[in-house]
């Protein structure tokens, strides 16, 4: 199994031959900022599994935590995961091409969920991380 996405121009593309893993909706505020909605979801992606395609050179680095780095495209603005001392970690499911193979698990940081905003799905809620989650 492949898994391919790009941004929303096409001008950078991954392929990813693994399943993708622990997929979530992200509540926190850097994740609504960043993607302009009530949520991100994200899932973790082996680096060893994740390669460029094409457009990596057009992959921009925004360092929103210690040690985690929000890529995005420098020509449309999608944002395409998460890396950790340079290692992709995480894809944005948005950027997925097709049938990612994974639906989102739970909630989290709905501590800090936008207020205007109600989950109403049965997925359990943590206020922040779940306990053994963290990315960092």
């Not at 001008?11 to 992200?26: F, H, S, T, W």
Request: proline share 6%.
């Amino acid at each position: 199994m492949v898994i391919k996405g790009a941004c929303l121009c096409g001008a950078i593309r991954y392929e990813i031959d693994q399943p993708l893993r622990d997929a979530g909706n992200c509540h926190c505020s850097q994740c609504r900022k960043g993607h302009g909605a009530a949520f991100a979801t994200y899932a973790t992606v082996d680096p060893t599994n994740f390669h460029w395609v094409s457009g990596e050179h057009l992959v921009s680095l925004y360092e929103s935590s210690p040690n985690a780095r929000r890529m995005f495209c420098s020509i449309c603005g999608s944002t395409m995961g998460a890396t950790d001392h340079g290692k992709v970690i995480a894809v944005t499911l948005g950027t997925v091409e097709g049938d990612p193979g994974i639906k989102p698990l739970s909630h989290i940081f709905v501590g800090s969920k936008a207020n205007w905003h109600h989950i109403t799905d049965d997925l359990p809620q943590f206020d922040e991380w779940p306990p053994g989650d963290e990315w960092t």
